[in-house]
């Protein structure tokens, strides 16, 4: 490994990454340019400074409530506009209907993601918090983006401080990642003009981790962004991670771009999967965890990415809609001895967590 190192020209970059200093902007870059097996090497060095042998599932359970948007990003092909054919809102009773039927699971996490839905009340959305903790008492919840957030208190005339807080109430622990896609204007302004700002993102995010609501954080990549870019949405991703220590994990989100209005572009290649994810546990040495999507990568390359700087594969997941009505290859589920035994064989050691990266010690069948 020395000599790949040295043949990369890394040797500077090895010393920082063994001494856990801060890498800069023209680090990043260099990594981009430098061969893939000398950035794994690097990034799983990081990796295993911090977890270890370990890598973490959960055994979780996602619910799309509705895909009709307001939105409809360029990207995105799960966003419908109200009255499409494809357009679903579930009732609250069908939700209820969804949990009732996994009571007997052993379920540690239920991720609650939809859209920007053009007329639901902010009552639906505390509503379906408040069931799910009736019904779960023990599980954690995970619910609504940083965009959605921000959509409530439109909707609400409250603020978002007053949104978060009536959530937290109501049962919610964390928010998932999602929403943050590339923080530069430019790629915003052509691919989510109606999204929120970065800055907003940002704040709201950290407004959330104020009030102790912690939360993951995302990036899309694969599309129209540049490699800078790319760099600078780390970085500031990197920046709100030391003013409030909130984000538990990043997720790097491949690109699949079937179905959506950027079909014509090719998406990311395992190349450049593998390569993101290193260089994210690299740049982002503040932020504990750092996830290969299964569902996005394939369970496949997301095996092969816990060598090269990811310590986590997410869960279960039971029913995804979002990536795969961009036509995903991927099952819509993996069961805990299938996730254990792509761990072990990839040389890690299986732990099962909860939402909140809790190893979950009181196992039951
Ligand atoms: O915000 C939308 C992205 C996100 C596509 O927090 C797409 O644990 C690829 O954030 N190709 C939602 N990506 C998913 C998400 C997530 C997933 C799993 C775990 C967690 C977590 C968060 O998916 C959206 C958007 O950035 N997305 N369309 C697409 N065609």
Redesign the pocket.
């Known amino acids: 490994m020395e000599e790949l190192i040295k043949r990369a020209g890394l040797e500077d970059i090895e010393r920082k990454v063994m001494a856990d200093k801060r890498l800069s902007f023209e680090d990043g870059l260099r990594l981009y340019q430098a061969p893939l097996l000398a950035v794994g090497y690097l990034a799983n060095l990081k990796r295993e400074r911090l977890h270890g042998k370990k890598a973490y599932y959960v055994y979780n359970q996602h619910i799309n409530y509705s895909n009709e948007c307001i939105n409809l990003c360029k ?4 966003g419908k506009p109200k009255g499409h054919k494809e357009g679903f809102t579930l009732s609250l009773e069908e939700i209820e209907q969804k949990i009732k039927e996994r009571l007997q699971e052993p379920i540690k996490e239920i ?1 609650i ?1 939809g859209s920007v839905h053009p007329d639901l009340p902010f009552d639906y959305y505390v509503e379906i918090v408040k069931m799910v903790r009736r019904l779960r008492p023990e599980v954690v919840i ?1 619910a609504y ?1 940083v965009t959605e957030i921000a959509h409530f208190a439109r909707i609400s005339g409250k603020s978002e401080e007053e949104v978060l807080q009536i959530l937290k109430e109501a049962g919610l622990q964390m928010l ?6 590339v923080f530069s204007s430019r790629v915003r302004q052509e691919l989510c003009p109606k999204k929120l700002s970065a800055e907003r993102w940002l704040s709201i995010a950290k407004l959330a981790h104020q009030l102790g609501i912690p939360s ?1 954080c ?1 990036m ?1 990549y694969g599309h129209i962004e540049t490699i800078e870019e790319r760099l600078e949405h780390l970085i500031a991703l990197r920046e709100a991670q030391d003013e409030t220590g909130g984000f538990l ?1 990043f ?1 790097p ?5 079937k179905n ?1 209005k950027l079909s014509h572009l090719p998406g990311p290649t395992a190349v450049d999967d593998l390569k993101t994810i290193a260089i994210s546990r690299l740049m982002l040495d503040n932020i504990p965890h750092i ?1 290969a ?1 299964w ?2 990568l394939t369970p496949k390359l997301a095996q092969v990415a816990l060598s090269f700087g990811a310590d986590d594969i ?1 869960g279960t997941i039971i029913e995804e809609k ?2 795969h009505m ?1 036509q995903a290859t991927s099952p819509q589920c993996l069961t805990r001895s299938e996730l254990e035994a792509m761990i072990k064989e990839a040389g890690y050691e299986p732990v099962e967590r909860d939402g909140l990266f809790r190893a979950v010690t009181k196992r039951v069948v």
């Open positions: 990207f995105c092909a799960f991720h993601v995970k983006t998932p990642g999602g929403g943050a896609e993951n995302t899309l994990c997720i989100l491949s690109f699949h771009p959506t996830k999507y569902i996005m997410d979002i990536t961009a």
